[in-house]
Nanobody
Framework: QVQLVESGGGLVQPGGPLRLSCAAS????????MGWYRQAPGKQRDLVAI???????NYADFVKGRFTISRDNAKNTVYLQMNSLKPEDTAVYYC??????????????WGQGTQVTVSS
């Protein structure tokens, strides 16, 4: 079993920063990739950023240059530094982690979601 605990969401003014964290715990053998998704009301869940165990990173076009994803492998934790936030960034942000529980068992887990609201 893998548990993900997210933190760092909240209310921020346009142009402000916010940092999200997601810590994975449980019987984790290895982690392939850690990522962040977001879902606004009435919309689909979209990929925001993803980082692999090897350090490869992909960003959605709508956050390039503003958001930075990073990870601490020793702590099984992924971060999302969000700068220059816009009202359209308002959404519930979800952490996603996939990896291995053992030699042959894989897993994919989602965090509970954290609300990010950008408003003046």
């Amino acid at each position: 079993q893998v548990q993900l605990v997210e933190s760092g969401g909240g209310l921020v003014q346009p142009g402000g920063p916010l940092r999200l964290s997601c810590a994975a715990s449980g019987s984790i053998f290895s982690i392939y990739a850690m990522g962040w998704y977001r879902q606004a009301p009435g919309k689909q869940r979209d990929l925001v950023a993803i980082i692999t165990s090897g350090g490869s990173i992909n960003y959605a076009d709508f956050v390039k240059g503003r958001f930075t994803i990073s990870r601490d492998n020793a702590k099984n934790t992924v971060y999302l530094q969000m700068n220059s936030l816009k009202p359209e960034d308002t959404a519930v942000y979800y952490c996603n982690v996939n990896g291995q529980l053992g030699a042959t068992r894989t897993f994919q887990s989602w965090g509970q979601g954290t609300q990010v609201t950008v408003s003046s």
